[in-house]
């Protein structure tokens, strides 16, 4: 069974910071892509940031410099750091994964089951 556990979620005035933390579990080859979407209520799930396996990155248009995504592989873990929050910022966030179960396998996409951040103005 593979779980993604997230933590580092809470509230937070507006102009400061958070760290998210996401940590894979279970039996698994190996871990391509790990990103962070975000959900705010009424509105679809949006991908925030995404990093490939190789360090790679990606990140969203209304980031705009102000969150930095990052990985430790050994610890098959995903952190976003979280600067100048703004009220809109405001959502669930939630770890995404693609996980290879057998060196033969595709990767199958995992979800963790989200973190609350709530930005105060």
């Known amino acids: 069974q593979v779980q993604l556990v997230e933590s580092g979620g809470g509230l937070v005035q507006a102009g400061g910071s958070l760290r998210l933390s996401c940590a894979a579990s279970g039996s698994f080859f190996s871990i391509n892509t790990m990103g962070w979407y975000r959900q705010a209520p009424g509105k679809q799930r949006e991908l925030v940031a995404a990093?490939?396996?190789?360090?790679?990155?990606n990140y969203a248009g209304f980031v705009e410099g102000r969150f930095t995504i990052s990985r430790d592989t050994a610890k098959n873990t995903v952190f976003l750091r979280m600067n100048s929050l703004k009220p809109e910022d405001s959502a669930v966030y939630y770890c995404?994964?693609?996980?290879?179960?057998?060196?033969?396998?595709?990767?199958?996409?995992?979800w963790g089951q989200g973190t609350q951040v709530t930005v105060s103005s």
């Open positions: 990093i490939t396996s190789g360090g790679s990155t």
């Open positions: 995404n994964a693609q996980i290879r179960r057998r060196s033969f396998s595709v990767p199958d996409n995992y």
